[in-house]
DNA sequence: CGTTCGGTTCATTTTTTATTGAACATAATA
DNA sequence: TATTATGTTCAATAAAAAATGAACCGAACG
């Protein structure tokens, strides 16, 4: 409750943010946010994210605790969602225990590690599936049975062209 | 809760079925129902579409509230949002009242309008969003200014990035 | 060592999202 | 025109997902 960025005006009697947003922040942040809810991720991490992104300097946990209002479990699960997702880099900043951050900003390897993370799974598990069932249909009624092979061979061939297709729209992404 | 499609291996005591799902329906189901958890949409859309996937002929409204145990609330809505989607197409059929539905069982054009309904909006406001804010920054300080500018120009050149990708992305996905 | 700091984990709580079902609309039928 | 069949809407409920925070761990510091 109480999302630092949100389309409320104001928050009233909230707790003292020691270094509130810059309406700049708040802005690119809130766009990250957008782009989470259509990709189905937790707002956290987006903001975690675009907090970074702007940030000219690495931040530490106590960074996105403090600005976004967050627990430390929230940021701790969020950061390492990124860590893995590669969208986040770990910075050693000398005379400093604490754990850096900085934001990896290519797109491309971002689009390319969530597909990765996200889908490739599912494609493959649909698959060695698919295979399975391709081969059991015979218990189905003639009639049926031909129909049912071919939407399951449709099936196969867009996961098929889904595999083909990454590379080359990873390529069309530039660096 | 109850639903058709789980990991679960028996439904014990369960509703009476009049006509239960095929083992093949099950699999291709939870095989679009895999991918709606992917995309972050609802599983009873996934299973909806899955079972017309599969159907050699037209199915109405009944076929899915009665075979997936789905409420006529949730039945309506889900065949609200694949028809604008254009992911399931109206059939008339002779001497029945009731409407009629079949798969679109195309892949280009399940992602082209998934992705115009889901990112270009987003995209789009952004944009606007961007080009704001890109004008907003002589109140920071200059220390900051031309590295916030910089990742501003760089957010906008991905969203342009995506815009150029799109048409090509469909190209290569054929029919 | 013992203490503090930085961080992770995970059971509980909160928030968000999806589903239900009853009330409502609308069109076909008799 | 009354009746029934078909479908939609939406407030209430259930289910799923995310956030919290206290307990815990281990490494650095004194």
Redesign the interface.
Known sequence: MNPVVSQDVAVESGPMVTRPL???EI??ID?FV??SR???QPRSVAEIYGLL??S?KPLAMDDFTERLQLSKGSASQGLKFLRDLGAVRMIYVAGDRRAHYEAV?Q?RKLVSSFLEK??LP?IA??ET??ER?AA??E??PP??RE??AR??A??RS?TA?GRR?LP??LK???S
Chains 1, 2 share one sequence.
């Open positions: 810059k309406p700049v802005e690119v766009q957008q782009y259509a990709l189905g992104f702007l000219p900003a797109l996200q889908f599912h598990e649909g599936r698919l069932l059991s249909l218990s189905l009639a049926e129909h049912v939407r399951i449709l099936l867009w062209n297709i080359v729209l069309l992404m530039g």
